[in-house]
């Protein structure tokens, strides 16, 4: 579905899509740095380079190289060094929004939160009993 939106990095009017958010002219331009970067990474020297290391030689924002990692274009099976950050710490992950170490807190808070309304619920058990009045 499309809809108008500004471009996060220049500010013009576009339609935004579910395959780009960006305008046309930030696409082309992020395009060309892509095609840098991959054409960097390509060197069978460079294919274990850091994401530090490809700023550096290539001068591409780190977001862009997140970005692209997210969206399967440098894929960590190629490129093992590659990753973006866990969306809860900052980890550098290849998968998901969230770190194993934070998946896992996740989970367990999650537990405890549910074992804590069990108990809650249990508290609010009423019992009643007959009186008898034949005494």
Request: hydrophobic fraction near 25%; aromatic fraction near 10%; include cysteine.
């Amino acid at each position: 579905m499309e809809e108008i939106s500004n471009c996060p990095r220049c500010g013009s009017l576009f339609m935004k899509t579910s395959f780009r958010d960006v305008c046309e002219n930030c696409y082309k331009e992020e395009e060309n740095l892509y095609d840098k970067v991959y054409k960097f990474l390509r060197k069978r020297e460079n294919r274990a380079a850091t994401i530090s290391r490809v700023v550096e030689a290539t001068g591409v924002d780190e977001e862009l190289i997140y970005k692209w990692v997210r969206k399967g274009r440098l894929q960590p099976a190629v490129f093992p060094n590659m990753g973006y950050p866990c969306d809860n710490c900052g980890k550098i992950i290849t998968k998901g929004k969230l770190c194993s170490d934070c998946a896992d807190q996740l989970r367990h808070d999650l537990e405890t939160f549910e074992k804590e309304q069990e108990r809650k619920k249990e508290r609010n058990i009423t019992y009643y009993s007959l009186k008898d009045d034949t005494k």
